[in-house]
């Protein structure tokens, strides 16, 4: 079985295959639409070979769709036929909960992708959960996401953004009892110093937890995205 991963985020498509050693990618964007993601995604990956796909999209994913059109890029990804687009069979999962499912070693472990966005997934014994932080109030009037995502990176400059993100890291750390912390996304990598006990994630997380979809499913690896 070659699996074809495809990891959807604000800015970058990532993808990587069975077989594949060097990742590729095309622009993301607020334009993005599901159409032209495949689109681009097929002219890209002519030249490998899988029979299976994972998605990772930012978007809430329940029982195998997309229930809510992702905050920063097009129109048109809920309820959308990937599988019937890409002829391949296809499981999609919320991106920050496939990252989680990579990144997870054990007991209960909390993932924040700090990016374009904020995402979030808890990992409990094996079994991953995509949450929706991003959008919580935070301060005077903005959320989570307004602060600690691109938009606040590019209004309160590199000194504030990262006094909120360790702020905000540490309420949602304390919020979710979380046992474990890993940072991802493409902006974590500005942190001067990471939270008391953090590590970080990265895009190779990503593809093993895409791979790991596809796993035969038992009680150490089971996943929302399956359901």
Do not use: C
């Amino acid at each position: 079985m070659k699996i074809l991963v495809v990891d959807v985020g604000g800015t970058h498509v990532k993808l990587l295959a069975t077989g594949q050693v060097v990742k590729r990618q095309m622009d993301s964007g607020p334009r993005l639409t599901p159409r032209m993601m495949v689109a681009g995604v097929k002219k890209l990956v002519a030249d490998w070979t899988y029979d299976r796909i994972s998605i990772g999209i930012p978007a809430p994913v329940v029982r195998g769709l997309v229930v809510a059109e992702p905050a920063n890029l097009g129109p048109g990804w809920k309820n959308f036929d990937f599988a019937g687009a890409f002829d391949r069979p296809v499981k999609l999962i919320n991106d920050a909960a496939m990252q989680a499912l990579g990144s997870y070693r054990r007991g209960r472990m909390l993932f924040l992708g700090i990016g374009t966005g904020l995402g979030s997934a808890l990992v409990t014994d094996g079994v991953v959960e995509a949450l929706e932080l991003a959008h919580l109030p935070y301060r005077n009037g903005r959320t989570f996401e307004d602060y600690v995502g691109l938009r606040g990176l590019k209004r309160l400059g590199k000194q504030k953004w990262r006094k909120h993100v360790l702020t905000v890291v540490e309420l949602l750390r304390k919020a979710m009892i979380s046992e474990e912390l890993v940072l991802g996304g493409g902006n974590a990598r500005f942190l001067k110093r990471l939270p008391s006990g953090a590590r970080l994630g990265g895009n190779t997380h990503a593809f093993k937890g895409g791979y790991a979809l596809w796993l035969p499913i038992t009680a150490s690896n089971a996943s929302e995205s399956v359901t």
